[in-house]
């Protein structure tokens, strides 16, 4: 895990407070494609599948947060399906809280775009070695 995602996944965290973590269990699905979406997650623990269809499969892992597409339009459908590899916690963050980081803390804002930036080169260079 870097620098980036420890600030990313602390962010998140100190804005969750004392929520607790969503645990979920291996082969649990977290979200699936097309369902409405309204909360970004991050992995504090553990590993999740994101099967993006034809577009290849993405491993996430502690640190790392996924379905921020949700909090950016609230009209936001999955585009993939998540699914818990094994036993692991996550995180949520809602819209509010997402939309008060973004605002107040601008750090956060340029790690969540550089954790994207580096997830869409990892699947492109995936489509291209097919």
């Known amino acids: 895990?870097?620098?980036?995602?420890?600030?990313?996944?602390?962010?998140?965290?100190?804005?969750?407070g004392k929520r607790d973590?969503?645990?979920v269990n291996q082969g649990d699905v977290i979200f699936q494609h097309g369902e409405l979406g309204d909360k970004l997650y991050a992995v504090v623990?553990?590993?999740?599948?994101?099967?993006?269809?034809?577009?290849?499969?993405e491993?996430?892992?502690p640190g790392?947060?996924?379905g921020v597409g949700a909090l950016v339009d609230p009209e936001h459908r999955r585009f993939g399906t998540a699914v818990a590899l094994c036993n692991s916690e996550l995180l949520e963050m809602n819209r509010e809280e997402f939309l008060f980081a973004m605002q107040e803390l601008?750090?956060?804002s340029l790690e969540?775009?550089?954790d994207l930036e580096q997830r869409l080169q990892r699947l492109k260079e995936q489509i291209a070695h097919r």
């Open 21 to 23: 973590h969503l645990c």
């Open 112 to 114: 969540m775009m550089h």
């Open 1 to 16: 895990m870097n620098i980036n995602t420890n600030l990313e996944l602390n962010t998140i965290a100190a804005l969750a």
């Open 45 to 57: 623990s553990g590993e999740v599948q994101l099967n993006w269809g034809d577009h290849g499969v």
């Open 106 to 108: 601008p750090m956060f």
């Open 59 to 61: 491993i996430i892992g």
């Open 64 to 66: 790392s947060s996924f």
